[in-house]
């Protein structure tokens, strides 16, 4: 098995080592990773700028390519340019803090595997609930599982496994759920400051605003101490919508304003 | 009316000028855009470091704020910060350049749209599919008619509308249909080129793969002459695979690989 590793925090960060070991275990792996962190880059891919890729070196020896753009960008770049064949997965992670519910919407770990399956490469996206990770031990197995159940019974094109593992130890863990993206959204603050020069500048703060409670949504499955998998695609059409759009006479309306 | 304007080519570009002229006829507009150009962004929201707000003068009036960020933070700022209360409707254009299929998950356009039905206002985005475009009066006239219609319709929480307009005169225009995002997708090639110091680096480029044939498609409708109008949310869930999945049985199998 042949994997692709990348995220959003950065080359350097402890999670994506964690994630690598696991995973040599098993598979070849590549690592393509943003140079910098990339947290909140969203879908960003980058075209104004051209890229430039290094060869990221730890202990001495090759660890992977540092790609001085986005976790979107470091997926094309591998499967397109530095990978001689496209690999059978690409894994993103393991990110330091979850990403469900509306997280996933602004996420670069999630973009990082869901621009694989828009590649139509099956792709798992990682997280861990908490910022302060000390042992990424039980994710990066939970990791392991799933690429090699993932592998066996595939996933369809177009679909990613959203994955968040709750920072608690592994005996304290109640399971894994199948779950779906749940509808907590943040309460958004600027918080507003004065600099030196008598400037305002505004840092986004806030809080997350909890409304999912059921087992089978991320956001409640990982409070409940469970491995929360999330199939996620990229198919945006609201369909009930487009069904009742029908009903506007929008075509109508047109030619009513133009003749 | 109160209409919070948005867009990804910034504040200066002649397609938020066109659309802020248009809307200004039947509602209070307020501008809030980037400060610089931001296309592709995708959903990015600024977190690693604070913003900046500039008001934006034209022709010796203000025309609205400028911020230094991306197109979701504008819609962020505007709403939370700027505004005495929110909008009755978001509206983010005139794009240089279609929005459709693919390009929908890259779009910063989009995403400020989609921003503002995550904060639960009515948006709309508007694209016309040229980068060089002359005349925005078309178009113009066409998001005028759509605020209209969603500010008497209504749309359902989260949804909004992707709004795609064919660069040709106003009388070649076959109609408007209501459609679904396709599935064209970017055969993305990175073009290699050496720095005066000897250095490689990398431009994005590629072709559209254009697979999308039926009317009911925003890709297929804009190429028979048709303004396309594509109801999008952000619910990402893959239903159909999280049915599916329950006979992957990944509950048991943590328990028997951890016991």
Redesign the interface.
Known sequence: MRILVSNDDGIDSAGIHALVNSLKEIAEVTVVAPHT?Q??????????T????FEYHKDGKFFGYAVGGTP??CV??GI??LMTSPPDLVVSGINHGSNTA?N???SGTV?AA?EAA?MDVPAIAISITSHAVKDFSFPA?VAQ??VK?VHE?G??LG?MLNVNVPNIP?EK?S???????GKS?WD???EK?VDPYG??????TGNLLEVDHELDIDQAAIKNNY?S??????????????DS??E?N??K???A??T
């Open positions: 962190e947290s909140a880059v969203g879908h960003s891919i980058t075209m104004q051209p890229l430039r890729v979107a960008d094309k770049m397109r340019n509306i996933i919407i602004y973009s869901r828009i197995k599982m799933l159940e019974k996933l369809p679909t592994e863990i399971g894994i759920l199948v779950t779906k993206q959204k958004d603050i600027y400051r400037r305002n500048y505004y840092w986004l491995v998998v999330s199939p996620i695609h990229f198919d945006l059409t609201d369909y009930k919508t487009f759009m029908k506007w929008i075509e309306l047109f030619h304003k133009t």
